[in-house]
């Protein structure tokens, strides 16, 4: 089994407290609601939803995963009440399985996109 760590950087317009309760606490109900072209459901399989919490994530049919990964976010607040997002990724593929770098990578942009469809809903949802 091979492994590539993966690591991102980027800002969204939203409070780092509002997306630790989008991705920690409400993730199983909101993160199906808006995206779910992507995302069939999502359950914790054990802890609460802070630290070292195991979460099972499915996806749309039809997406095939040739790796498991572990993450790692660090939300920190901007001045302008905002949030610079950090994410530590490490992605083990499965035996037997082929992927290049440049796939994982493009893969960790589409999660800046999630991270972007949060933003967009919490900006025309300002009380959610």
Do not use: H
Not at 16 to 37: G, M, N, R, S
Not at 91 to 107: N, P, R
């Amino acid at each position: 089994m091979g492994l590539i760590t993966f690591e991102n950087e980027f800002s969204v317009a939203v409070p780092p407290a509002k997306l630790f309760k989008v991705y920690c606490l409400e993730t199983d109900t909101l993160i199906p609601k808006i995206l779910p072209q992507s995302i069939k459901s999502s359950e914790i399989i054990e802890g609460n939803g802070g630290p070292g919490t195991i979460r099972k994530v499915t996806f749309v049919e039809g997406k095939s995963l040739i790796l498991s990964s572990l993450s790692y976010l660090l939300f920190v607040p901007t001045p302008e009440g905002g949030s610079i997002c950090k994410r530590t990724s490490k992605y083990y593929i499965k035996d037997g399985a082929e992927i290049k770098e440049d796939q994982i990578k493009k893969d960790g942009k589409k999660t800046e996109g999630l991270f972007k469809a949060v933003e967009a809903y919490f900006l025309a949802n300002p009380d959610a």
